[in-house]
């Protein structure tokens, strides 16, 4: 039995096309935002490792693992032990100090859930006050590169 179309088969046809084209901007739209996110956690890394090589981060990174080392320990064991099925793939952490020692714009990636439980505690963490400027720039760029030992 041959079927015919109907007006209202040609108006379901045109909302699925409509449908289906929205959903193909909006996935590489958030494509882009993803790459784009991923170039400028990429260029913090870069600016973090550049300025691990000048003599005030390194004097102030020195205090700085000093002040937060037993608060950092403590955060990554519990996020690693105690995050129910936890991600233990290596991660990389950015933040940037400001003026006050404050951490700031912080990201991780990937985003696992254990790097995801440390971000969230890194900010109570009690930082050396007065981090140096780097190349006039605000805030000082940090760069933990962190993973699980099995």
């Known amino acids: 039995m041959k079927t015919s179309a109907t007006p209202e088969m040609g108006l ?6 409509a449908v289906l084209l929205t959903c193909l901007l909006a996935g590489s739209s958030a494509w ?6 991923m170039r400028a956690f990429d260029a913090r890394v870069q600016a973090a490792t550049h300025a691990e090589a000048l003599a005030p981060y390194r004097t102030y990174q ?6 937060i080392d037993v608060d950092l320990a403590g955060a990554f064991s519990r996020c690693a032990t105690q995050t129910a099925n936890a991600d233990s793939r290596p991660f990389a952490l950015v933040a940037d100090l400001d003026a006050a ?4 714009n912080i990201a991780v990636r990937p985003e696992t859930n ?5 971000k969230a505690a890194f900010v109570k963490f ?3 006050k007065h981090p140096p400027k780097i190349n006039g720039r605000n805030g000082l760029p940090i760069l ?3 993973s699980i030992a099995h």
Request: with cysteine; glycine share 0%.
């Open 12 to 17: 379901l046809r045109s909302v699925l096309r």
């Open 32 to 37: 882009a935002d993803d790459a784009a996110e």
């Open 62 to 67: 020195t205090a700085m693992f000093k002040a």
């Open 101 to 104: 020692a404050r951490p700031r």
């Open 114 to 118: 254990v790097a995801l439980c440390l």
């Open 126 to 128: 009690p930082f050396p």
């Open 144 to 146: 933990l590169t962190l």
